[in-house]
């Protein structure tokens, strides 16, 4: 059975989505792919990347990823962690199901 796929989405795609989608790949990799992105694209934070490390998820090779990368794409989840982000999150087709779980800065 083919992996479900689940996009986590943010404003900057600098921290939040960054963690959730490191630590949702490290606690369950083998039943989804996991990727982040922004609405507005930065730069991975080293605080961020620093915080991943003591819990033992590696976050050194990712990068800032902009929703648009994703568009046209078959997404079964999309997971908005910031308020911002669900308010200006595309829209996906009708199968992908949005779930909004937002998280303080």
């Known amino acids: 059975m083919p992996k479900q796929s689940v996009l986590i ?10 963690m959730a989608e490191g630590i949702l790949r490290h606690m369950a990799g083998d039943r989804f792919e996991v990727a982040s992105a922004g609405t507005k694209p930065s730069i991975v934070r080293p605080e961020a990347i620093a915080a991943m490390r003591e819990l033992g ?10 929703v648009d990368e ?6 079964d989840y999309v997971i908005t962690v ?3 982000a669900k308010e200006s999150c ?3 087709p009708a ?3 949005r779930m909004h779980w937002p998280f303080q800065d």
Do not use: E
């Open 90 to 92: 595309p829209i996906f």
């Open 9 to 18: 989405l943010c404003t900057g795609n600098s921290a939040r989505s960054q």
């Open 82 to 84: 910031c308020d911002n």
């Open 70 to 75: 994703f568009i046209g794409h078959p997404i």
């Open 95 to 97: 199968r992908t199901k």
């Open 57 to 66: 998820v590696d976050l050194t090779g990712h990068r800032s990823k902009s």
